[in-house]
T-cell receptor, first 114, second 112 residues
Framework: DADVTQTPRNRITKTGKRIMLECSQT?????MYWYRQDPGLGLRLIYY???????NKGEISDGYSVSRQAQAKFSLSLESAIPNQTALYFC?????????????FGPGTRLLVL | AQSVTQPDIHITVSEGASLELRCNYS??????LFWYVQSPGQGLQLLLK??????LVQGIKGFEAEFKRSQSSFNLRKPSVHWSDAAEYFC??????????FGAGTTVTVRA
């Protein structure tokens, strides 16, 4: 979905390096999410933000941090990358505050930590 | 806690044949259920969703899903598969705090 963009699309880094993955959206949604996808595990929630001043940990937040710079931007940082953080990372957005809200996903960032 | 189980890791189906992907959830109240598809190298695209009402839900690309409360299931179906349906399919349910909880996914291979 071109309304949710992620940069970079692919990244190779070394253990111990700090990296940032960026997400931007033009959908005007308040809520943004970061997931990681691993084979056989589906998608797992890392962090989510319901508005610019609201940041919440997901189920696997250890080793990650986030920044919500604006309504449209939500960045994920790996302060000191480790090989088991090699995964496909997705950003998503959603609107409203209803339980049935639909999440819209970006194209993903494939990260390899050597 | 809510969870989603997709029992089939991988399904192979012939082009033109029917397809059914299984999804089971655990949740005490009425669940909000979704099916997403991930084509190779792509992000996730919403196929369909169920919130309430008619238990047979129509989605995009000719897919449908049926909610069966008695079986805690939300299986996805397509009557005639096309080669372009080869992808990974994820079932998901909304958890507390309006977060999505995903199943592990089912990979569909379509053979000619």
């Amino acid at each position: 979905d071109a309304d949710v963009t992620q940069t970079p699309r692919n990244r190779i880094t070394k253990t111990g390096k700090r990296i940032m993955l960026e997400c931007s959206q033009t959908k005007g949604h308040d809520r943004m999410y970061w997931y990681r996808q691993d084979p056989g595990l589906g998608l797992r929630l890392i962090y989510y933000s319901f508005d610019v001043k609201d940041i919440n940990k997901g189920e696997i937040s250890d080793g990650y941090s986030v920044s919500r710079q604006a309504q449209a931007k939500f960045s994920l940082s790996l302060e000191s990358a480790i090989p088991n953080q090699t995964a496909l990372y997705f950003c998503a957005t959603s609107d409203l505050g209803q339980a049935q809200e639909t999440q819209y996903f970006g194209p993903g960032t494939r990260l390899l930590v050597l | 806690a809510q969870s989603v189980t997709q029992p089939d890791i991988h399904i192979t189906v012939s082009e033109g044949a029917s397809l059914e992907l299984r999804c089971n959830y655990s949740y005490g109240a009425t669940p909000y259920l979704f099916w997403y598809v991930q084509s190779p190298g792509q992000g996730l695209q919403l196929l369909l969703k169920y919130f309430s009402g008619d238990t047979l839900v129509q989605g995009i690309k000719g897919f449908e899903a049926e909610f069966k409360r008695s079986q805690s299931s939300f299986n996805l179906r397509k009557p005639s598969v096309h080669w372009s349906d080869a992808a990974e399919y994820f079932c998901a349910v909304v958890t507390l705090g309006y977060k999505l909880s995903f199943g592990a996914g089912t990979t569909v291979t379509v053979r000619a």
